[in-house]
Every structure is written in C-alpha cells, then in structure tokens.
C-alpha cells in the first residue's frame, strides 16, 4: 500500500472521502449524490508518490479531460456535473456524478509497448489476444485491441488479464458493452490525435453505472497520466519513444544519477529541479498540441 499520500486539505462545505496518488475526492454536506474531483500536482513512479510535485500539473490533467469528455459526448455519457467548485480548487477540480465503478481498468492498445510488450515477448500474445511475429517495441497493432486488467489495491501491479476473466467478473453482456466503448473512445480520439501529430499509443479509461443503469465514462480521459502519447514525427518503431508524459520521471529515477535502488524499501528521492520543468512541459506540449491552444495560466 502506498502510504506517503499527503493529507489532503479540509475544504468548507465538503468532507474527504478517499485520496489516490493523484486525486482528492470530496462529498458535498449537501449532495450526497456528487462528488468533487480534485487532482493535485502529485506525480508517481514505481508505485510511488514522489515528494516532489509538477507545478500546474492538477490543472492541466482536470482541462485536458474535459476536452476530451466534449470530443466523445456524442459516444458515451461523462461523470461531469455542471456546478461551482470551491475556489480553493477552482480549475483543477469538477462536480461528478457518483457511480457505481466497474472494477475493471478498460485499457486499448493501437501500438506495442509497455506491458504489452512484455506478454508479447513471452508469448506472442497480450491478455490472451494472439499477435503477430516480429513485432517490436513501437509496433503498430494490425487493429487496436483491448486488453484489460484488474484494480489493484493503491500501491499494488495492476494485473493483465483476457476478456474471458472480465467477462467472469461482470458478466458477458456488460464486458462486451466495455470493450466495446473502450474500443470507440480510442478510434475517435487516435483519429483526433493523428490530426494534431500526436501518436495514441495506448489508453486506460475507467467506466461506472449511474442510478438509471447506463454506462458512463468517468475519472480522468486521455490525459498524460493515463495513456501513451507519442510525437508523431519522431515515432520510429524498435525502442523506447519519445513521450509526452512521465517517462523522463521513470528515466530519471532507474538512472545512476538518482541513486535510487527501485528493489529496496527506501521512497524514491525529489526530482531534480530539470526534470520537474522537463516533465512539466511535456504534459503542456501534450495539452497545446491535442487542443489546438495554449493552456490558460
């Protein structure tokens, strides 16, 4: 379990309920069928919270979804309810619907990396799709697949696993519609993502059902921190990509300069005052390139 999540700060009118490694969600006193979503500036590596914190990070992530929850209305329902939010968290956080979640991470894969590519490497395969020989690291898929996994406990692996193992958790009729949506949100955003030089390598989305039974799409979309987003123009299959996300965080941390043994007990160290900029950045060129816009300071 993780245990460094910072206390997450007393808001008038609301009480916390839970914090992850990112977000804070809060119950209004007077709405108990809402949520306030707050995602903060904390990043995590290796099952880790850093002490370290990307400035504006919280912001960007809370913007970037919902643009992206406007791109995909018309395919699948959102969690976001129209409403103020406290000004303490005003621009990273929004009113949600509470839902009952799917205990499923709904994953698309259009490109072989990550650990796909691992499960490929040892068995031609990822969460029992077969795939063909002679993929490589950067891979374009022959289609995009879906490949699920299980919620872990805060700070465990999340677990690869096939539809089959899905479809035995919550029955056949709702893993079809999941893998489904899963599979239409990524084609519509890859298009989208194409269009503005960007390559959607994977993605991981998250749904619910909300009291009438509908199926809605919730927590963060296509953000930095939940998919693989990739410059078109350098993406060379064969190796690690170039990214726009926290990768430059993991280098850094497996790196001699860190000093850090990923293996021990010991938290990772605070980022070095480049990476936090570097990574910064990156999540903004994310946010400029996939808009079209600058983000709002």
Not at 7 to 30: C, F, N, Q, T
Not at 159 to 171: I, L, S
Request: glycine letters at 8%.
């Amino acid at each position: 379990m993780i245990a460094n999540i910072p206390v997450a700060p007393p808001l008038p009118g609301y009480r916390h309920i839970y914090s992850g490694k990112v977000r804070d969600l809060y119950e209004p006193d007077d709405e108990a069928g809402h949520l306030l979503v707050v995602a903060s500036d904390r990043i995590s590596a290796y099952d880790h919270v850093l002490s370290s914190t990307i400035p504006d990070k919280g912001k960007i992530l809370t913007a970037m979804s919902s643009w992206w929850f406007d791109q995909l209305a018309d395919l699948v329902p959102n969690h976001l309810v129209d409403g103020p939010v406290p000004a303490e968290v005003e621009g990273r956080a929004v009113l949600a619907q509470k839902l009952t979640m799917y205990p499923v991470e709904c994953v698309a894969r259009g490109y072989l990396t990550g650990s796909g590519l691992v499960e490929y490497r040892a068995g031609q395969a990822v969460c029992g799709v077969p795939l063909p020989a002679g993929l490589v690291d950067g891979s374009p898929l022959p289609e995009p697949i879906f490949t699920p996994a299980t919620k872990a406990e805060l700070g465990e692996h999340d677990e690869n696993v096939t539809f089959e193992r899905v479809a035995d958790t919550v029955g056949a009729e709702v893993a079809a519609t999941l893998r489904d949506l899963t599979l239409a949100v990524y084609a519509r955003a890859e298009g989208i993502a194409r269009e503005r030089g960007v390559v959607l390598a994977d993605t991981k989305l998250e749904f619910g059902v909300d009291a009438a039974g509908a199926v809605v799409l919730a927590d963060e979309v296509l953000t930095p921190d939940s998919s693989r987003f990739w410059p078109l123009e350098l993406w060379s299959p064969g190796g690690s990509q170039p990214s726009f996300d926290k990768q430059g965080v993991r280098d850094w941390l497996t790196s001699p300069a860190s000093g850090w043994d990923r293996g021990s007990d010991l938290p990772p160290p605070a980022l070095p005052d480049g990476v936090v900029a570097r990574t910064r950045e990156a999540y903004l060129e994310a946010y400029r390139r996939l808009t079209g816009t600058d983000f709002p300071h």
